[in-house]
Structures are given as structure tokens and as C-alpha cells.
């Protein structure tokens, strides 16, 4: 497997990239000498920044440009792993209704007034992801056998009944609560810290790995379950494993962020186009694509109506949507799964 | 929310420090802040950054022109506050953007702030001040902090007397008026009106009017067109949110009811909202405002 370091390793490099790039973006100019100073050493660039232009550097943007990469880096990867398995090109990290139980978390803890204390409410919205997971696997595992259909349709239903008690919980809300409650639901990284990220990454890089590991049985998944049940492959138990640990590595990177559209959605399909079905090189590929997708377009979404910010999920959409259509007609609209 | 008990709290501390100001030419000082939490300053704020326009209107209220070096979005009062360095609106701040003005003193408010940002704020090793003035007494206490907090007592207190005198005034001209049946709309799309244990009914109250959503519960509560028929207001009040011709149309909108006294009598009025929505000394001219739309005789 050549290709997977080779690619793996422009991935790196570009992710490495769009992280200097987007550290040295923001309301503020800094000096890029002395931005490569903090980060890689005085020894290694000349340059240095004032204390204010450290603050800003090291608690404002590198805490959000390590988080930025993480959820870009979740959504990717969730939304391949569920394209695959559903087999559906539609399908991407929200389908499950996990972002709606996420939202709904968010929300109750926000209309509550829980917002004095730190961290309320990335845990109310995990916690609300991880219910709606259980919620959804057991109303569609209940017969024993996961079958893929009715886990999208369940997951379809539990997110429009989520999605009336939002909009109900959105109506009852005083104004000042319902700004801070629809930058959630754009998506927002403004508020990312360290322990956000801290809390984040080990799950979604576990995660991550997990999912690699089942990269073989993901690809033989894509020729059908019987053929991949007389390949060898435990068809149930990789099925619900695959689901689980996705769900999990969704309603993470959503605790912290918020629902950032269309990164889930996008990256996997470009990512496929590119490089084919093998999920061994889709799944570290398009997480890297995820991070390079989500920090660049977080960038834009600082600067572009600076000293404010547009939520990062309508630059992502607004960004990934005509890309995506270019690519669509230069290369043909092919949907392959396996 | 414990008003009384800041209340007290508040007079203690003024005592305190103005004790501590005549020994000490206001350096060092402790203060507590209107969240009840202690803030240390140990010179006169230079740099400060308003973050709610009805802050920025109060510092300009007591000359504090040159220190102002940061607002939040809408700030549009006096017009010199408007271009000032913005770090964002109130309820989505910058941070870096405020970082990066090196203020030594921020002011936030309670209510309107995200408390999660002030906090980074003050993880950062800024100086926040939290304000929270919820009703005209409240007004006057923070004005008066903020003048113990910037070097400015007497000009707070000589703000404070006006603003309390021609208020006085008004209210005493009208105390023996008949008082009309009053209802304040501040939004329109879902009908949003002032109800009791707000600012404007207060207003109301004191412009020689009756606040009839008063009786509907505290806050601002939602109305349907039936409950306002019910409720018979002979004024409407329409609060304009920055767009005077989105209030006029509002305004048209009344026009069919005929039932409604006010509508009849055409006595429905816009006033410019941030005279009254804002906790800023401009809240006496809204309060004349008030009683020249509910008394227009006197």
C-alpha cells in the first residue's frame, strides 16, 4: 500500500499547511515570521510577537485551529463510512438525526441558563447525540438484525421529531438566548479552548483508527452483505460496530461545534472521485481532507466580514456547493459505493 | 434577582470607597462589580472597550470621549461612539478583536454578554467589569459605579440628579392626570409587548400612563390580536428597532382594527427604541418622549 503513505502524506502536508494558513488569518494582522516563531521555535524562524499578539496567537487561534481540524477530520470521516454503509450518496454524518439530538442537548442546556458554568454545553449535546444513537439503534435493531434501510429511516423520523421540539424550544426563547442558540445551529467555532479540543481528540483519533481497521470489511461491505458474509466477514458485527463507533465520533465533534453542514457531505464525495472505493486510503485521506476543508473555509469565515464572522456552515456550503457541481461535470457523476 | 440585596450592597461599598478615595486618590482600587464579583484596578482605566452600546453611551455621558477605544456593533450614540473600533455585536463578541485593543479596563453586561466569552476574557488577564442595570434605579447605581470605577464621581453624580430631577418632573406634572390605557409593542411578528417588572413599564408608569400588559405576566410577554382587543389600549406605542419605516408599516397594519380605542382615536405612535430599550442616560429623553405621546396636551 504504497499510495496510502504517499497520499497520507501529501494529506499531511497540506493539512500542515492550511493550519499556518489559517493561524495566520484573522481580524488582527500578525507577522508570519512571528507566527512561525511560536510554532516551530525561535531557532527555526527569526521574528517574535508581543504579548497581546501571543495571547492572541496561542489562546485564541491555535486552541480554534486545532479543533477546526478535528471536526473537519470527524465529519469527513464519519460521512465516508456512511456513504458506504448505507449505500447512499446522500448519506452523511447528520442523517442519523445524531445532530438534531445534539442540538437538542445544546439547546435545553442553553434555554436552562447553564451557560455560567464552562462546558455545559458541549456535554448536553454529546449526551443528547449519544441518546439519540441508542434511540435509533434501538428502534431499529429490535428484531436482532441491523438492517440498513430502516436504520436511515429511523434516523430520518427521530430527527424530524427532534427537530419540532427544537424549533418549539426556539419559539419559547428570549432574544439575547436565541443568538447564542442559532450560531449553534450554524455551526460555530468561536468559542473553541484547549479543553474543547482536549476533549475531543483522543475519542476522535481512537475513532478514527477503529474505523481503519475496518477499512477491509468496509470495502467487501460495498459488494453486498452476502458476498461479503461468504468473504469471511461478520456481516452484523462489523455493521453495528462501524455504526456505533460513527455515531460516537459524530456526536463528538458536534458537541463542540455545532452543526456544521455539508463538510460530511462534500469531502467524502471528493475524496471517492478522486481516489476511488478502497475505504484503506479513503478513510485517512478524507480525514486529512476534512481538516484541510473545514480550517480553510473557517479562515474565510473570520475574515471575510472582519472585525465579525460568518458562520463557518454557510461558507462551507456556500464554498463547497459550485466546487462540487465543477466537479460533478468535469468528471462525470459516477456513484460507486465498493 | 436579588435586586435589594445589590442594592445594599452597592451603598455599602460607595461609603467604602469613598472613604478609600479620599485616602488614596483612587489608586488600588477593589470594587465589586453588579455580578458580585471583585474587580481589582490599580490606575485609572485609559483603555476601554464598551461591550453594549448603552455602555458606550454612558462613558461618553460622563466625557470619557478620549478612552473609548472599543464598541460593539449598533453602537450609534453619540455619533463620535459609532466610529470607534468594533469588536463584534454584543451578543457574538470578537475576542480577538478586543485583545488586540490592549484594553485595560472591558465593561460587559450581565444580561446581554455571552457569559462563556467574558470569561475568556478574563482568562486572558483583561479586566472585566460587569454591569447589569435592570430598572431606572438600577441606571442610576451604575452610573454612579462607573463613576467611582473611572475617576469620575461628581460628573455621576451631577448626571445622576439631572437625569433623577427631570424625571421628577415629568412624573409630578402628570401625577394628577387621568391615566390612558397603554400598550407598548417592541416587536411585531410574533406581537412582542412590554409587560410588568420591565424598564418601559416603568416608563409608562411614570409618564402618566397605564401599562394594560402589565397585567399579563413579567417580561416581555407574546400577544394575539384577540387579547389585544380585549385589552382595549387607548395608546399604542410602537418601539422602532433601528428601521423607522419598518414601524410605519406597523403602524398601517393597526389600521383595520377599529375596535381598538387607539386605533379609533388614531393615537398609535412610534418611538425611537433605543431611548427607551437602552439603560443609558438618554432613557430621560425617552421617558419625555413618553408623556408628550401619552399627554400630548400638557
Redesign the interface.
Known amino acids: 500500500m504504497r499510495g496510502v503513505l504517499a497520499w497520507t502524506l501529501i494529506g499531511l502536508t497540506a493539512a500542515g499547511l492550511s493550519g499556518i494558513l489559517a493561524l495566520g488569518t484573522?481580524?488582527?494582522p500578525l507577522e508570519w515570521r512571528g507566527i512561525l516563531a511560536q510554532v516551530l521555535g525561535e531557532r527555526l524562524a527569526g521574528g517574535s510577537l508581543d504579548p497581546?499578539e501571543r495571547?492572541?496567537l496561542v489562546?485564541?487561534?491555535l486552541p480554534r485551529v486545532l479543533l477546526t481540524g478535528l471536526v473537519g477530520m470527524g465529519l469527513a470521516v464519519s460521512g465516508v463510512v456512511l456513504q458506504s454503509l448505507l449505500r447512499n450518496p446522500l448519506a452523511e454524518p447528520f442523517v442519523l438525526g445524531i445532530s438534531s439530538g445534539a442540538a437538542l442537548g445544546a439547546l435545553s442546556s442553553m434555554a436552562l441558563g447553564a451557560?455560567?458554568l464552562?462546558f455545559t454545553t458541549p456535554l448536553a449535546a454529546f449526551l443528547g447525540a449519544m441518546g439519540t444513537v441508542a434511540l435509533v439503534l434501538g428502534i431499529s435493531g429490535g428484531r436482532g438484525r441491523l438492517e440498513m434501510t430502516r436504520v436511515l429511516l429511523t434516523g430520518v423520523i427521530v430527527n424530524a421529531f427532534f427537530t419540532s421540539i427544537i424549533m418549539l424550544i426556539l419559539s419559547l426563547s428570549?432574544a439575547?438566548q436565541l443568538?447564542?442558540m442559532m450560531?449553534w445551529l450554524y455551526g460555530d467555532l468561536?468559542?473553541a479552548?484547549y479543553s474543547h479540543a482536549g476533549f475531543v481528540g483522543p475519542g476522535a483519533i481512537g475513532a478514527l483508527v477503529i474505523l481503519w481497521s475496518q477499512a477491509r470489511n468496509l470495502n467487501l461491505l460495498g459488494l453486498g452483505e452476502r458476498t461479503a458474509m461468504q468473504l469471511g466477514v461478520q456481516v452484523d458485527r462489523s455493521k453495528l460496530l462501524l455504526l456505533v463507533v460513527t455515531a460516537l465520533l459524530t456526536g463528538l465533534v458536534v458537541s463542540v461545534s455545532g452543526l456544521i453542514g455539508f463538510v460530511g457531505l462534500i469531502v467524502p464525495h471528493l475524496v471517492r472521485m478522486l481516489l476511488g472505493p478502497d475505504h484503506r486510503l479513503l478513510l485517512p485521506v478524507g480525514a486529512l481532507g476534512g481538516a484541510v476543508f473545514l480550517m480553510l473555509a473557517d479562515a474565510l469565515a473570520r475574515t471575510l466580514i472582519s472585525?465579525?464572522?460568518v458562520p463557518v456552515g454557510v461558507v462551507t456550503a456556500a464554498l463547497g456547493a459550485p466546487f462540487f457541481i465543477l466537479l460533478l461535470g468535469t468528471r462525470g457523476a459516477r456513484w460507486n459505493p465498493s | 434577582m436579588g435586586k435589594a440585596h445589590w442594592k445594599k450592597g452597592a451603598l455599602g461599598l460607595s461609603l467604602l470607597s469613598w472613604f478609600l478615595g479620599a485616602q488614596a486618590a483612587g489608586f488600588g482600587l477593589e470594587l465589586t462589580d453588579e455580578a458580585g464579583r471583585r474587580v481589582q484596578l490599580t490606575a485609572v482605566p485609559s483603555r476601554i472597550v464598551a461591550l453594549a452600546p448603552s455602555i458606550a453611551e454612558c462613558l461618553f455621558a460622563l466625557g470619557m470621549d478620549q478612552e473609548v477605544v472599543g464598541v460593539t456593533?449598533h453602537t450609534n450614540f453619540p455619533p463620535q461612539a459609532a466610529s470607534r473600533?468594533?469588536?463584534?455585536?454584543y451578543?457574538?463578541l470578537?475576542?480577538?478583536?478586543i485583545?488586540?485593543l490592549?484594553p485595560d479596563l472591558v465593561l460587559a453586561t450581565r444580561?446581554?454578554n455571552?457569559?462563556?466569552?467574558i470569561?475568556?476574557l478574563e482568562?486572558?488577564?483583561l479586566t472585566v467589569f460587569v454591569l447589569d442595570p435592570r430598572s431606572l434605579e438600577g441606571l442610576f447605581n451604575t452610573l454612579m459605579s462607573l463613576g467611582e470605577l473611572l475617576g469620575r464621581k461628581e460628573q455621576a453624580g451631577a448626571l445622576v440628579s439631572r437625569m433623577q430631577e427631570r424625571m421628577e418632573g415629568i412624573r409630578r406634572s402628570l401625577e394628577a392626570k387621568a391615566r390612558p390605557r397603554v400598550l407598548l409593542q417592541v416587536g411585531a411578528q410574533p406581537l412582542v409587548v412590554a409587560g410588568a417588572d420591565t424598564v418601559q413599564d416603568h416608563l409608562i408608569g411614570l409618564a402618566g400612563g397605564h401599562n394594560v400588559a402589565s397585567s399579563l405576566g413579567r417580561?416581555?410577554p407574546m400577544l394575539s390580536l384577540e387579547r389585544v382587543m380585549s385589552l382595549a389600549p387607548e395608546v399604542i406605542i410602537i418601539s422602532s428597532m433601528a428601521d423607522p419605516r419598518g414601524a410605519e408599516e406597523e403602524k398601517n397594519r393597526w389600521k383595520r382594527w377599529k375596535s381598538i380605542p387607539a386605533v379609533k382615536n388614531d393615537r398609535i405612535h412610534v418611538i425611537d427604541g433605543d431611548l427607551i430599550d437602552r439603560p443609558s442616560p438618554r432613557v430621560v429623553e425617552g421617558l419625555q418622549e413618553l408623556a408628550s405621546i401619552i399627554h400630548p396636551q400638557s
Open positions: 484573522g481580524p488582527t497581546t495571547s492572541i489562546e485564541i487561534r451557560g455560567f464552562p428570549r439575547e443568538h447564542s450560531f468561536s468559542g479552548r472585525p465579525s464572522e | 456593533e473600533p468594533k469588536v463584534g455585536s451578543v457574538h470578537q475576542l480577538e478583536a485583545v488586540a490592549r444580561d446581554g455571552p457569559r462563556e466569552q470569561r475568556r482568562e486572558m488577564g417580561g416581555y
